[in-house]
């Protein structure tokens, strides 16, 4: 095994850190905290048209379920998403974005798209380094 690239790594690791910061500037800038974009992310990638649990959503967010629950409560009240009963089985809520909702997380994930884009640069060396190159 070859030895690893440090100097790749360090740069993945400050690019890494360096766009957390960015997207939680950029979440501010449009009235959210980094984990309510997290949260709406969580919703809007969510692979069920019906939306996520707030179990599944604490399991994205790597958050306990109460915790979840008092961030859901959070951008409820924002206008941001709503909770829904699921149609087959009323004992279970799910979450769906509002169209402000919606408009958010559009806007904010045009940027981080392009943003990480930029960082193909960064991440290049390290896939070709795993590759064996």
Do not use: C
Not at 14 to 40: I, P
Not at 101 to 116: A, M, P, V
Request: hydrophobic residues 40%.
């Amino acid at each position: 095994m070859a030895e690893p690239d440090y100097a790749a790594l360090l740069r993945f690791r400050t690019a890494l850190r360096k766009f957390n910061h960015w997207s939680e500037q950029q979440a501010a800038a449009v009235g959210l905290t980094h984990t309510q974009h997290q949260l709406l992310l969580a919703v809007k990638g969510h692979p069920d048209p019906r939306g996520p649990t707030t179990g599944e959503t604490a399991d994205y967010l790597l958050i306990r379920h109460h915790s979840a629950v008092d961030l859901i409560d959070r951008v409820e009240a924002l206008g941001l998403l709503q909770r829904r009963r699921d149609d087959n089985d009323g004992r279970v809520v799910r979450l769906v974005l509002t169209a402000e909702g919606e408009e958010r997380i559009r806007l904010l994930t045009s940027l981080h798209i392009r943003e990480l884009q930029a960082l193909e640069t960064v991440l290049e060396p390290l896939w070709e380094q795993g590759e064996g190159g």
